[in-house]
């Protein structure tokens, strides 16, 4: 089993006001034995803080004995994948968009996420909801709003669009991550 773990709070009250690193760690245990070790720490630091979008560290357990999560060490919220017995932490999501509303594939070898928001000025955020067809899954669907406008710089599309074809665009633009324990 792999969660996630923060330290407790202990002592006076910090002021409400005052920003605080909140630092985290993944950790994975044996349910067997119960044996449990740290795989990957936090930077102490504002940037370091358990993040705090839809799905907060969105931890999956991958293919290949890769845990996958959230952070944002760079200052934008991307994927990580870091390998269970531990070690340093691969961005697999470079950029300056954010990476949020994350779904993993039942082989564990895809991850989908959320990419309208660099897609489409309309997008804020929000729920999404996984459509799917005999248990196999096709597509996300931003549940916000019935239209999005859609600015496509990859291939010159701009229009607007249902939430459905929103989320189709979305979800096949590129912004798909195959697992692989490099």
């Given at each position: 089993v792999a969660f996630t773990r923060r330290p407790g709070d202990g002592g006076p009250p910090e002021p409400f006001l005052k920003r605080t690193p909140q630092p985290w760690a993944i950790w994975?245990?044996?349910?067997?034995?119960?044996?449990?070790?740290?795989?990957?720490?936090?930077?102490?630091?504002?940037?370091?803080?358990?993040?705090?979008?839809?799905?907060?560290?969105?931890?999956?357990?991958?293919k290949n004995g890769l845990l996958t999560f959230l952070a944002t060490s760079d200052n934008w919220s991307h994927l990580y994948a870091v390998p269970e017995k531990g070690g340093p932490a691969r961005l697999l999501t470079p950029g300056e968009f954010m990476v949020e509303h994350v779904a993993a594939s039942a082989d564990g070898e895809t991850l989908v996420y959320s990419f309208l928001q660099w897609l489409s000025a309309d997008y804020g955020g929000g729920y999404w909801q996984f459509m799917e067809r005999a248990g196999h899954p096709l597509y996300l669907v931003p549940a916000g709003r019935p239209a999005y406008r859609i600015c496509c710089n990859s291939n010159g599309y701009e229009g607007t669009v249902s939430a459905d074809a929103a989320g189709i665009i979305a979800t096949?633009?590129?912004?798909?991550q195959r697992l692989r324990n490099r």
């Open positions: 994975s245990a044996d349910v067997a034995t119960g044996a449990g070790h740290r795989v990957w720490k936090s930077p102490d630091t504002l940037r370091g803080s358990y993040p705090t979008v839809a799905g907060q560290a969105n931890l999956h357990w991958a096949h633009q590129r912004r798909y």
